[in-house]
């Protein structure tokens, strides 16, 4: 079993509509939790971070997070094609951060 | 304020040479971890240094090691080089360690041929 699954995709949504980004975690000890968005050809770039169970909203995105469960999601609200990119789920515990191997978002016009 | 700067961009080497890479943290930041990232085995975690000390490390043989300098700056050296080597190197900049996420540089493109 993976440390940190996400399903490759590509997941594809209209424009306007609401992206939900899955991700699922192995270390039941793990503290942080994270979403990263990395364009073609681009570096991972943080867009959320969550530590604690619930929702964390920041503009259109809300991370959710569910523990017990290990279970850790992203909501887009109001997809735009500027937000068509890979995103990575990305689990921390003391000793490092563990990255899911991304999936592709695609936004249609 | 500056970013997390990586040199060089873009690496062509053969096999069996040796390459050294560089990263600049942002300015404040006293950790510095390394990444692999290839389109199979997405990111793959080297290692991390924190206050010139290598705290964590991956599963990468030992081909692979690194250092951390007293500005915080490191770098990432890969000797005998194999095909399997071609990749993106990610250095990735945090103000400590634990998990307050990380900031990317633009990565180092190796070319093993």
């Known amino acids: 079993q993976k440390e940190v699954e996400q399903n490759s995709g590509p997941l594809s949504v209209p424009e306007g509509a609401i992206a939900s980004l899955n991700c699922t975690y192995s270390?039941?000890?793990?503290?942080?939790f994270f979403w990263y968005r990395q364009y073609s050809g681009k570096s991972p770039e943080l867009i959320m971070s969550?530590?604690?169970?619930g929702d964390k909203e920041d503009g259109r995105f809300t991370a959710q997070l569910n523990k017990a469960s290990q279970y850790v999601s992203l909501l887009i609200r109001d997809s735009q094609p500027s937000d068509s990119a890979t995103y990575l789920c990305a689990v921390g515990g003391y000793q490092k951060v563990t990255f899911g191997t991304g999936t592709k978002l695609q936004v249609i016009p | 304020k500056a970013g997390v700067t990586q040199t060089p961009r873009y690496l062509i080497k053969t096999r069996g040479q040796q390459v050294t890479l560089s990263c600049s943290p942002i300015?404040?930041?006293?950790?510095v971890s390394w990444y692999q990232q290839t389109p199979g085995q997405g990111l793959q975690f080297l290692f991390e240094y924190f206050s010139e000390t290598q705290r964590n490390k991956g599963n990468f043989p030992g081909r692979f090691s690194g250092r951390q300098f007293s500005n915080s700056r490191s770098e990432m050296n890969v000797s005998t080089l194999e095909l399997g080597d071609s990749a993106l190197y990610l250095c990735?900049?945090?103000?400590?360690?634990?998990?307050?996420?990380?900031?990317f540089g633009s990565g180092t493109r190796l070319t093993v041929v």
């Open positions: 300015s404040g930041h006293r950790s």
């Open positions: 270390d039941r000890v793990s503290q942080s």
């Open positions: 990735a900049s945090s103000f400590t360690r634990g998990s307050y996420g990380y900031t």
């Open positions: 969550i530590y604690s169970n």
